[in-house]
Structure formats: C-alpha cells, structure tokens
C-alpha cells in the first residue's frame, strides 16, 4: 500500500463543471503538497498546507489533518486546466512522497 | 530566469554506458532533491542535499548511481553501466529549507536503448 494514494487516477468533465481530487496518506505529515504536471514533465508546486484551507483563483485545496485527507478543488474547469495533479506528503525528512497522480481531461 | 534548470532536457544512451545529468537549483536555496519519475507513475524520492552534504539516499539509488554537489550549488547525477530499467524522467527541486515548497526543474529524459 502507497503511503500517498489519489482518486480518481483518470477524470475527464466538460468545461465549467466543479471538479474534485482526493489525497488520503497513511504517515504523519508536516505538510502536503499540491502539484501540476504537464505534459513534457514540468512540474509546479500549486498548493503547501499543514492545515485549513488555501485559495488560488479557482483552486482550492483542503486538508484534515485528523483524517489524513486533503482534496483539490478546481471550480469553473477549462480546458487549460488539462494536466496531472499530484498529492505529495512531506514527512519527518523534508523529501517528498508522491501519490501516482490524477490526469485530468477537461473538454469544450 | 532564476529557476531551476536542468542539463540535458533528453538522453540517449545504449545500454552499459555511463551518463551524467546536471541540475543548477535557484541560487538562494540550500536544499537540492532528486526525484525520478517513469511512466504513467508519481515520482520517487532518490536523494538530497543540504549545502554540499547529501543528507539521505533510497534505497532505489543503487551502486551504480552517485550524486553530488561539490560547492552547495549545483549538482550532478552519473548512472554508471545504465540499463533500460534506468529509462526514466530525473527531476530535480530546490528549496530554501527544509520543509519549504520545493521548485522543479523541467527534468531530463533518459532512454536507454
């Protein structure tokens, strides 16, 4: 069993729907990360939370530390949002430990 | 642009070949990770440094990996006698501290054929 795990691992929804990505870890966590791949492999960092919530323009990411889950939040999809976004968990070392990623397809 | 970058952005190599990747993180930043990621997976924690020490390896970085970063800026990773289990994406990141957000560089693709 991963330590980060993501669901859904494929999600597709047409633009404008609110969409939702899970991240449940089993370790204890100093902080979790949000992070958008595209394609090519560039990676960037969306969101770094130890508690609460956050906020960035249609991105929202939660976190309950109690339950060891946090959730993406990305409201009012477009099809730039297309990408993979990964849960990553930062333990008692500062490395990161990744989930395997969910792929988003958002279409016209 | 100050961000991190990384040398080459692709490889190609025959099997039992030695290579070499270079990462050259923001400059500010005292932690430098190397990741690898291989298809259709989250990537995978190989080491970090702080300054020029390197601070923790996994237990993925066989014999046959060595990292370094010999002033505390850039670094280098040499895969020596690669294998085509070694054809991954390598990414870098930097951090100016410990549990800091940490920055990626664009990665190198390594295919060994």
């Known amino acids: 069993k991963n330590e980060v795990e993501q669901s859904p691992q494929n999600l597709t929804a047409q633009e404008g729907e609110f969409i939702t990505i899970n991240c449940s870890y089993s370790v204890g966590i100093s902080a979790l990360h949000w992070l958008q791949q595209h394609p090519g492999g560039g990676i960037v960092s969306l969101f770094m939370l130890s508690s609460g919530k956050k906020k960035h323009g249609r991105l929202i990411a939660t976190i309950n530390i109690q339950e060891k889950h946090s959730s993406l939040h990305i409201t009012a999809s477009h099809p730039r949002d297309s990408a993979v976004y990964i849960c990553?968990?930062?333990?008692?070392?500062?490395?990161?430990?990744f989930g395997t990623g969910t792929r988003l397809q958002v279409t016209l | 642009d100050t961000g991190v970058s990384q040398n080459p952005r692709h490889k190609i190599t025959k099997r039992g070949q030695n290579v070499t990747f270079r990462c050259d993180p923001i400059?500010?930043?005292?932690?430098l990770y190397w990741y690898r990621q291989t298809l259709g997976q989250g990537p995978e924690f190989l080491t970090y440094f702080q300054n020029e020490a390197q601070l923790e390896k996994s237990r993925l970085l066989s014999d046959r990996f060595s990292a370094e970063r010999p002033k505390g800026s850039f670094s280098t990773l040499e895969i020596q006698r690669t294998e085509q289990g070694d054809s991954a994406m390598y990414l870098c990141a930097s951090s100016s501290g410990g549990y800091n957000e940490q920055f990626f560089g664009p990665g190198t693709r390594l295919t060994v054929l």
């Open positions: 400059s500010e930043h005292n932690r």
């Open positions: 990553a968990a930062t333990g008692t070392a500062s490395k990161l430990t």
